[in-house]
């Protein structure tokens, strides 16, 4: 843990003999050191890790390797994305994600198809460095995973791509979502890129008994500042909760402030 408070391929070396201590609460502990390094010169220490035979090992080093953004990394990271453990994969995604190039996304789009929820939600995160098209395809896949955690981060990371408008339909799909968490990641995410066809979908939620997701509807609703908005924030305009409230009037002054300009 000492060890930790300091950076460079010294530190790391220590901390790499560490992290295949026997004892697993020193090699926790050094995993966790690793974590804070900084020096890309690190990595040259790190990277025999990544192959190590066991599981926590190669957890720990891809880990480390994340923060170190160094190009070199991608190519091991490519290839423990076939590891067996779903943890293994779970952290190469990490390191790819940080490094977001974008010649790494058809190996991330072939985890949408991972038989791990854990794996899929983490690729999804990763493609949010995109702008592609063919990263917008595949997220908008993902809002009909079989995990409500999959299809949350779906409908959060599409509402970052410049594409994600053209997956509008299937956001709005998700705002009848059977979990509250991707209602509000969807409506968020249409809000932002200001649907005028989901005002009535959005509007349906400001009644729901969660007060994040009447919270987040009325922000959205403001947002796209359609008239059409105007009924559901008046539902809500004495909303019990205060944040709620807030965001009600909020919203009606936006549509307020749009439709004055257009009389202008």
């Given at each position: 843990?000492a060890?930790?408070?300091f950076?460079?391929?010294?530190a790391a070396?220590?901390?790499?003999?560490?992290l295949?201590d026997?004892?697993?609460?020193?090699a926790?502990?050094?995993?966790?050191?690793?974590a804070?390094?900084k020096?890309?010169?690190?990595?040259?220490?790190?990277?025999?890790?990544v192959?190590h035979a066991?599981?926590?090992?190669?957890?720990?080093?891809?880990?480390?390797?994340?923060?170190l953004r160094?190009?070199?990394?991608l190519k091991p990271?490519?290839?423990?994305?076939?590891?067996h453990?779903?943890a293994?994969?779970v952290?190469a995604?990490?390191v790819?994600?940080f490094?977001?190039?974008?010649?790494s996304?058809?190996?991330l789009?072939a985890?949408?198809?991972?038989?791990?929820?854990?794996?899929?939600?983490?690729?999804?995160?990763a493609?949010?460095f995109?702008q592609?098209?063919?990263?917008a395809?595949t997220?908008?896949?993902a809002?009909?995973?079989e995990?409500?955690?999959v299809?949350?981060?779906?409908?959060?990371t599409?509402g970052l791509n410049a594409?994600?408008?053209l997956a509008a339909?299937?956001?709005?799909?998700?705002v009848v979502d059977?979990?509250?968490?991707?209602?509000?990641k969807?409506?968020?995410?249409?809000?932002?890129?200001?649907?005028?066809?989901?005002?009535?979908?959005?509007?349906s939620?400001?009644?729901?008994?969660q007060?994040n997701l009447?919270k987040?509807?009325a922000a959205?609703?403001?947002e796209?500042a359609s008239?059409?908005?105007?009924?559901?924030?008046?539902?809500i305009?004495n909303?019990?909760d205060?944040?709620v409230?807030?965001n009600?009037?909020?919203?009606l002054?936006?549509i307020?402030?749009?439709k004055a300009?257009?009389?202008?």
């Amino acid at each position: 843990m000492a060890l930790g408070e300091f950076d460079g391929p010294e530190a790391a070396e220590a901390l790499a003999g560490l992290l295949v201590d026997p004892e697993r609460i020193v090699a926790q502990a050094a995993a966790d050191s690793m974590a804070e390094l900084k020096d890309p010169a690190c990595a040259d220490v790190i990277l025999p890790l990544v192959r190590h035979a066991h599981a926590f090992v190669r957890i720990g080093a891809l880990r480390a390797l994340k923060e170190l953004r160094r190009k070199d990394t991608l190519k091991p990271a490519l290839e423990a994305l076939h590891d067996h453990d779903a943890a293994v994969r779970v952290q190469a995604i990490g390191v790819i994600g940080f490094l977001k190039l974008e010649e790494s996304i058809p190996a991330l789009t072939a985890l949408i198809g991972d038989p791990d929820a854990h794996v899929r939600r983490a690729a999804v995160s990763a493609l949010a460095f995109s702008q592609m098209k063919s990263a917008a395809e595949t997220i908008t896949r993902a809002l009909k995973d079989e995990d409500w955690m999959v299809r949350e981060m779906a409908a959060e990371t599409l509402g970052l791509n410049a594409n994600g408008a053209l997956a509008a339909d299937q956001l709005i799909s998700c705002v009848v979502d059977a979990f509250w968490q991707v209602r509000l990641k969807a409506i968020r995410s249409l809000g932002r890129m200001k649907i005028d066809r989901a005002v009535r979908p959005i509007g349906s939620c400001v009644s729901h008994e969660q007060a994040n997701l009447r919270k987040e509807a009325a922000a959205a609703l403001g947002e796209i500042a359609s008239v059409d908005g105007e009924p559901f924030l008046a539902m809500i305009a004495n909303d019990p909760d205060p944040d709620v409230r807030k965001n009600a009037r909020w919203a009606l002054q936006q549509i307020a402030a749009r439709k004055a300009k257009a009389g202008s």
